[in-house]
């Protein structure tokens, strides 16, 4: 009985979350979480960003997303006056960003996000916010 109880427990937590999917380039719900993360990328460099994904992942109403933001056309943002510019003058940036989102009320929200990271600043992200570890993995 107890058996029993854990695996119902178990079955039902991975029906909650979902399977992970990634959203193929011009859903709906791609777009959604796109435009979510342009607004504080957009504040940092500047408007008119579109994101080169590498990375996209989504699983339970959360989202990862590994990628280049881009200028429109594939286009090279330029990081002069912004708060990058004197670490990728030094050498310490890389041009990419990661973000985690999280989707409520029917909208994605921005949870964290790291623009110009040379490490792997979402490692641990999974334990600190509640997030699924299946979207950070390749």
Known sequence: MCLFLLLAVFLSDAAAQGEVSTPRSGDR??????????????????????????????????????GVPQRPGGRAVDYKGTVYAQAREDGVFD????????????????????????????????????APAAIFKD
């Open 29 to 66: 719900e791609r777009r959604a979480i796109l435009d979510a993360l342009r607004v504080p990328v957009e504040k940092e460099l500047g408007p008119k960003l579109v994101f080169k994904v590498d990375h996209l992942k989504v699983q339970g109403g959360w989202a990862f997303l590994r």
């Open 95 to 130: 041009d990419w960003v990661c973000a985690l989102l999280r989707k409520r009320g029917g909208k994605w929200q921005v949870v964290k996000y790291v623009i110009g990271a040379t490490d792997v600043p979402y490692v641990g992200w999974d334990e600190e916010f509640g």
